[in-house]
């Protein structure tokens, strides 16, 4: 059996009952429902209320479900599957939120580096999770690996309500200097008064190339990590302590490359375009993950090693692609950031309900046929990015559109109501 933790991590628990791969593909799969529904609202709650309550909130209630899943997984599919519906309707800000939020911390030039290091932490917790939980399930109960997740979920957030602030100019301890200089350095100010210009983000080509390099990442990750230790175990033949650590690995590796490749992006836009820099970086992650998926096709079962390797450098190259698109949204969106992740997250999360259904339908030899698929999907994700991606703010970011919906009058959206001079001086440069 699975279950998705506040990381929207997968793992396999001991099986209290014995469910067939279906049923366990739609426990699996229940969370993204919500999840993937909601994003969009929640891009737009961003914008209008700030990311930081709803970005500790959604973690602190999705850590406190997590605490029930020992019960509702004794009541039966029905209850678990009620329960992460929930844990997905509860997790719908994270991402849309912390975008919002970078949107008014990060600046510029430093943009990718902050992003992608929250985007790492979140897979180091799961390489944490993945290896010790078999040691957790063992000595303890399997029971604890929820309790605990979910208790050092909640102290998280305890500190991160007290340690933080909507934005610089509102900190506590923040220095003037450093509120001053990272509120003139971001992509641009932020308007007292906000609107959303919904026509012109779902007809813009540029939020669309998003989302397809969005969805192409998501469905190589989701279709490795929901099944990757079922297909260790059952049909490359690994016992299944092997296999709890070496699906544990790729994680690992993938908080490092981007990590890494958001340093290096910040690096290469010192001389090159942004949008140079995030399409060398999406094409080189791409023409990796293809070929390690040709590889996996090609090689026989009992090549587990380099079977294993590949999948390995697929996750890996994963990496790259969210510094890049999952950057993008700063890139072109501004302020906006947080609605477009809510849109992009959206549909980009999809492969994590489609997948588990469809593997849970194929057999051994069928594996090959979904490395295919996501080789087909990788390349015209790849295409429709190079094609129709941008890297500067759109002209609808700073106005001159009349489709646009208010976000009503919002106080902490603006310390400083000379910012908009700010934009006009980088707007000039």
């Not at 929901?226 to 059952?234: I, R």
């Not at 587990?304 to 990496?319: D, E, K, Y």
Request: glycine share 8%.
């Amino acid at each position: 059996m699975y279950e998705t933790t506040p990381n929207n991590i997968s793992r396999i628990i001991p099986a209290i009952h014995n469910w067939n791969t279906r049923t366990q593909g739609y426990i699996l799969s229940s969370f993204f429902y919500t999840y993937c529904l909601f994003q969009v609202p929640a891009g737009f709650l961003a914008t209008k209320y700030g990311g930081r309550i709803l970005f500790g909130g959604s973690i602190g209630l999705c850590a406190f479900l997590t605490l029930f899943t020992p019960i509702c997984a004794q009541a039966g599919s029905g209850a678990l599957i009620f329960l992460r519906l929930l844990e997905g309707l509860v997790s719908t800000c994270v991402y849309p939120a912390l975008h919002d939020i970078w949107s008014k911390w990060a600046p510029k030039s430093d943009k990718s580096t902050l992003a992608t290091f929250a985007f790492s932490g979140a897979y180091v917790g799961t390489f944490i999770t993945l290896m010790f939980g078999g040691v957790i399930a063992a000595d303890w109960a399997w029971e604890w690996l929820f309790y605990l997740s979910g208790l050092f979920s909640l102290v998280w957030t305890v500190i991160w309500f007290y340690f933080t602030a909507e934005l610089p100019s509102t900190h506590e301890t923040i220095s003037e200097e450093e509120a001053k200089y990272i509120e003139e350095h971001r992509d641009q100010a932020i308007s007292q008064i906000d609107t959303i210009p919904w026509k012109d983000i779902f007809t813009s080509l540029p939020v669309w190339a998003i989302i397809a390099v969005h969805f192409g990442t998501n469905w190589s990750l989701f279709l490795v990590f929901n099944e990757f230790p079922t297909f260790l175990v059952k049909s490359l033949g690994f016992h299944v302590d092997s296999a709890g650590s070496i699906s544990a690995l790729p994680w690992l590796l993938l908080s490092v490359t981007v990590y890494a490749a958001g340093i290096i992006s910040d690096k290469l836009t010192e001389k090159y375009s942004t949008l140079f820099v995030r399409k060398f970086i999406v094409s080189l992650t791409f023409i990796v993950l293809i070929l390690a998926f040709v590889l996996v096709t090609l090689l026989n079962v009992k090549s587990r090693a380099l079977i294993v390797t590949g999948i390995i450098i697929v996750v890996s190259a994963c990496g790259p692609a969210w510094a890049s698109f999952g950057v993008n949204h700063l890139d072109i969106g501004g302020h906006y950031a947080g609605v477009l992740m809510g849109i992009s997250n959206s549909i980009g999360s999809t492969p994590g309900f489609l997948t588990p259904i469809i593997t849970g339908y194929v057999s051994k030899r069928e594996w090959d046929i979904l490395f295919v698929i996501s080789m087909v999907i990788g390349a015209l994700a790849l295409v429709f990015y190079i094609v129709f991606a941008d890297g500067e703010l759109q002209p609808w970011v700073l106005g001159g559109s009349d489709e646009y919906e208010p976000v009503f009058n919002n106080p902490i959206s603006s310390p400083n109501v000379n910012e908009s001079s700010v934009l006009n001086e980088n707007n000039t440069e």
